[in-house]
């Protein structure tokens, strides 16, 4: 069974950019989580999309969205980059029915320059 | 509000030697509860989960990890630690209070010494 892919593994973007980065989640799970990892903040959570609606929500400004489609495969999206947003963007999928058991993929590491 | 804390930032141990990391939460309900481990560059793994019944619970790798209502922790274990062990170490809680995101504490980096 494959694991939670997620792509690109690695971007360098230059400020005032935006960025979308991609996240396929486990066959048979219908939700998408995405979390945010600097050193100094340490894991946050960004949003949470099932369904392909937006269930849950942290405290991100509103350059971080996101989206989800038909086939469960979710997008998050950063505009207006800033330095600040240089980061490790987690994915993470689950079932959603229950108890949350998520799932990590590997990561986006986003650097803004 | 919901917290978790990871009271030790770095924790060495040596090969072989038992292991025991910390995790204090602070939350309105008992929540769901989670380790998870991270190595370098990686993402999350999840080592073990607590949702209800019996406090103990076991995990991959050897570890367990123990839930205790009365001091709100979940501390976790390995009797004998290996060198591939060494990482970072992730507590997390949920609750379906909360829309069950993950909280997660600051993370304890665990070096194993030879």
């Known amino acids: 069974k494959a694991g939670v892919t997620q792509t690109p593994r690695y971007l360098i973007k230059t400020r005032g950019q935006q960025v979308t980065l991609s996240c396929s989640p486990i066959s048979g799970h219908r939700s998408v989580s995405w979390y945010q990892q600097t050193p100094g903040q340490g894991l946050q959570f960004l949003f949470e999309?099932?369904?392909?609606?937006?269930?849950n929500k942290g405290n991100f400004p509103g350059r971080f969205s996101g989206r989800q489609f038909s086939n469960s495969r979710s997008e998050m999206n950063v505009s207006t980059l800033e330095l600040g947003d240089s980061a490790l963007y987690l994915c993470a999928s689950s079932i959603r029915q229950g108890p949350p058991e998520a799932f990590f993929g590997q990561g986006t590491r986003l650097t803004v320059v | 509000a919901q917290s978790v804390t990871q009271p030790d930032i770095h924790i060495t141990v040596s090969e072989g030697a038992s292991l025991e990391l910390r995790c204090n939460y602070s939350?309105?309900?008992?929540?769901?509860l989670f380790w998870y481990v991270q190595s370098p560059g990686q993402g999350l793994q999840l080592l073990l989960k607590y949702f209800s019944g019996d406090t103990l619970v076991q995990g991959i790798k050897g570890f367990e990890a123990e839930f205790k209502r009365s001091q709100s922790s979940f501390n976790l274990r390995k009797p004998s630690v290996h060198w591939s062990d060494a990482a970072e170490y992730f507590c997390?809680?949920?609750?379906?209070?909360?829309?069950?995101?993950?909280?997660f504490g600051a993370g304890t980096i665990l070096r194993v010494k030879s």
């Open positions: 939350y309105g309900a008992t929540p769901y």
């Open positions: 997390a809680v949920a609750s379906a209070e909360y829309g069950n995101k993950l909280v």
């Open positions: 999309y099932f369904s392909e609606t937006q269930r």
